[in-house]
């Protein structure tokens, strides 16, 4: 009875094997922070692992200050097959063979996603990996702290939201009302974005030439400052990331805040905010230069040059970036997908930020795609905390990194 058995499960696993080839397990790599959650990653994760029997996936997450070192230290070694990458790093990435080009979408597909997500894919019109987490940052702001300080409706320039930050603080509604994440990292270049194209400015060119020293980038590092001489932006800010503007909003001590959409699910858990019926998400201030402008915070998902499991890779890929995937897990990040926002589980997680990510992906902007934007954004990223702490003069800083950055072009 037993050789029965034996036999049995011998013939199963053989037919189990004929049906979905030989087991494999592939690693993958994402990062911890905003977006789609651990959890969710994870839970997804099994579901496909159901869906696909023959494949295991062994899942590492680090924050993303650690992904790109990550990226490029296992390629050649192979340790990781899918990694989660950012729409910066796929020009240097692509052009040194960290990761491998995959096959082009169809049109109905590519028709069918956001432009600034596949855009994040893309360099000298290759594909180097698929869309996955689409996202950009919003305005948040206290509904409370708002009317309390007289005002009905949320600031639509930035001079307006200046104006509001300062009445609250003489009202002593709020001591810091602005929070940012102006840590010396990435989400420092991501603000600065956001606020030069406000302004009417541009780090380069079309043809990536640089433009520092334009009016805009002046105006943007200023306001910057201004808001820290006049006591309304949280010193803290200068070693805030995203998790700490969201944190330092839902606790109450800020009325404004730029963040990614993950911040308004995390402001409204009853278990870790104080403001919950406080919270209000709107269109991020602009300018006579602009009506408004947002960051574009999308990454792919890519395959490593080091992969030794492409096809299984390619599947994981694509099932993570599905329409399934991305409609069940929408809670704290919108999908790629432009037919899925009106879906009714999308919009019943996120029915404010469904609604507002329509206008608000109209004024998109993306950070520079170059292979050496690495090199320049760790550089840049000094040369405003120089300036946020009364080192440098804007004047100077912008200056000195448009030589920089051209003398990065020369050398690539």
């Known amino acids: 009875m037993k050789r029965k058995i034996f036999g049995f499960l011998v013939v199963l696993l053989v037919l189990t094997a004929c049906v979905y080839g030989a087991p494999v397990t592939i690693n993958a790599l994402f990062m911890k922070q905003a977006g789609y959650s651990e959890e969710d990653v994870t839970a997804g994760t099994k579901d496909f692992e159901k869906a696909n029997p023959n494949i295991k996936v062994e899942l590492t997450f680090v924050p993303y200050e650690q992904l790109e070192e990550k990226i490029i230290t296992s390629a050649q070694a192979g340790s990781y097959d899918v990694v989660l990458s950012d729409g910066p790093f796929t020009a240097k990435f692509g052009k040194a063979g960290i990761i491998k080009e995959v096959p082009a979408l169809s049109a109905a597909d590519q028709k069918d996603i956001f432009g600034g997500a596949l855009l994040s894919t893309i360099y000298l019109g290759k594909s180097w990996g698929m869309p996955w987490l689409n996202d950009c940052k919003y305005l948040f702001y206290n509904k409370k702290m708002l009317k309390d300080a007289g005002f009905n409706n949320p600031p639509k320039t930035w001079d307006e939201l200046l104006t509001q930050a300062k009445a609250m603080k003489a009202r002593n509604i709020v001591k810091y009302p602005i929070a940012w994440s102006w840590a010396q990292a990435e989400c420092l270049m991501c603000d600065y974005t956001v606020l030069a194209a406000a302004?009417?400015?541009?780090?380069?060119?079309?043809?990536?030439?640089?433009?520092?020293?334009?009016?805009?980038?002046?105006?943007?590092?200023?306001?910057?400052?201004?808001?820290?001489?006049?006591?309304?932006?949280?010193?803290?800010?200068?070693?805030?990331?995203?998790?700490?503007?969201?944190?330092?909003?839902?606790?109450?001590?800020?009325?404004?805040?730029?963040?990614?959409?993950?911040?308004?699910?995390?402001?409204?858990?009853?278990?870790?905010?104080?403001?919950?019926?406080?919270?209000?998400?709107?269109?991020?201030p602009g300018s006579q230069q602009a009506v408004s402008a947002t960051v574009n915070g999308g990454q792919p998902l890519s395959i490593s040059a080091g992969s030794k499991h492409e096809k299984e890779a390619w599947r994981y890929i694509l099932y993570m970036a599905g329409k399934d995937f991305q409609r069940t897990y929408s809670k704290n990040a919108v999908p790629i997908w432009q037919s899925l926002y009106t879906d009714p589980m999308v919009i019943g997680y996120n029915p404010v930020i469904v609604k507002l990510a329509g206008e608000q992906y109209k004024y998109l902007v993306n950070r520079p795609s170059l292979p050496y934007y690495s090199e320049f954004s760790t550089d840049f990223q000094v040369k405003i905390q120089d300036v946020l702490r009364g080192k440098k003069t804007s004047d100077k800083a912008l200056q000195e990194e448009q030589a920089f950055a051209a003398s990065l072009a020369a050398k690539k």
């Open 199 to 284: 302004f009417g400015g541009a780090m380069f060119d079309k043809n990536g030439n640089p433009t520092l020293t334009a009016e805009g980038n002046k105006r943007a590092l200023d306001y910057m400052v201004k808001t820290m001489t006049e006591g309304v932006t949280n010193p803290n800010s200068l070693e805030f990331t995203e998790d700490n503007v969201l944190a330092t909003f839902a606790n109450g001590d800020a009325a404004f805040g730029l963040n990614w959409t993950y911040m308004y699910s995390g402001a409204l858990d009853a278990s870790k905010s104080k403001v919950v019926n406080d919270v209000g998400v709107a269109l991020i």
